[in-house]
């Protein structure tokens, strides 16, 4: 990738705190014009990394660029180009919502009348124009988390970092806060996401690089990971309940694999070896029991879950 198609190129970063590496040789590819996920357990890394990525902490060793900048030795280039939208607002609680984000355009150099008119276009494009004139310590925590974003785009950065972003939020802010993220991807900004929440790396993430002491331990697509760490599964529904016990031997010996049968009394569900193609398998599977006379009346392919996947790999870690 060029320097133009890479957001991010991070090799072998190293941080210490005293005597504890918080980071321990990262390396991480963002591709621009996407969302990037980082995911991992509180204490992992990653927010000591996306300090060192935003030029607020210096690396101990390794090396890292945006956009081709080196955070080392061009960080006010890195900083033209990014912004940081950390796990807690940085808001003026006694200010309006209004009057935070036309102070912080006014710091930014815009004139009075062109700050007022950036304030009140990102209010109503993140849904905050009801409560512009309210002081921000009224505002709910998913309004907050909104008015927060919205602060660090009244200059669009080629690069947003959102460190946890949704920390605490219910379901229901939390799903708007990823509709704002997927408008600001959809303008065109790349967002480095850090997350403890494997659905928000699920849902928003084109790539994602697990993160756990201060390692990368896995990197790819959602699909991939799956692929690559967790075993698939088919569920079935017979149309006899008497057969249940033999369709479990027959689906044993077909994928080598553990069968549990289900609470319905018609239905069972095999464990699929990882790493093989699923439909495969599952093909496999239904033509063994075909052939021994059992029938199916519906049937299911299913991939790991995130939370299986990110499981399986700390447990590798923790062994």
């Known amino acids: 990738m060029t320097n133009q198609d890479t957001a991010v190129r991070a090799e072998g970063l190293v941080k210490h705190f005293k005597d504890t590496k918080a980071v321990d040789g990262v390396d991480l590819v963002v591709p621009a014009g996407t969302v990037y996920g980082v995911l991992g357990p509180n204490g992992a890394g990653k927010t000591t990394t996306v300090r060192m990525l935003a030029t607020l902490l210096r690396p101990d060793a390794g090396s ?4 081709g900048r080196d955070v080392v030795a061009d960080p006010a280039a890195v900083r033209s180009q990014v912004s940081l939208t950390g796990q807690y ?4 609680e006694d ?25 009140e276009d990102l209010l109503e494009a993140f849904g905050l124009t009801a409560a512009a004139g309210k002081q921000v310590k009224g505002y709910s925590g998913g309004m907050r988390r909104r008015l927060d974003i919205a602060a660090s785009i009244i200059i669009t950065p080629k690069l947003l970092f959102l460190d946890e972003p949704t920390t605490g939020l219910d ?3 939390r799903g708007q806060v990823w509709d704002v993220i997927r408008t600001i991807v959809a303008e065109g900004t790349t967002v480095l996401l850090t997350t403890q929440y494997l659905e928000e790396a699920d849902q928003l993430a084109g790539r994602i690089a697990v993160i756990d002491t201060g390692k990368v331990i896995a990197e790819g697509t959602p699909g991939e990971l799956k692929s690559a760490v967790g075993a698939g599964s088919i569920r079935l529904r017979l ?10 031997t027959v689906l044993a010996e077909a994928l080598g694999a553990e069968v549990e049968l289900d609470d319905d009394p018609v239905a069972l569900t095999a ?16 033509g063994e029991l075909s052939r021994s006379g059992i029938l199916v009346d519906d049937f ?11 499981l399986a790999l700390t447990d590798k870690v923790d062994a």
């Open 64 to 67: 890292a660029t945006v956009f």
């Open 89 to 92: 607002a940085s808001l003026d």
């Open 95 to 119: 200010l309006t919502g209004l009057e935070n984000l036309v102070l912080l355009s006014r710091l930014y150099g815009f004139g009075k009348a062109a700050a007022r008119s950036r304030a």
């Open 171 to 173: 379901p229901r802010s």
């Open 239 to 248: 149309h006899h309940a008497d057969q249940r016990d033999h369709a479990r």
């Open 271 to 286: 464990t699929l070896k990882p790493g093989e193609d699923t439909a495969s398998q599952g093909s496999h599977a239904l």
């Open 300 to 310: 299911s392919l299913g991939q790991p879950s995130l939370d299986e996947v990110f």
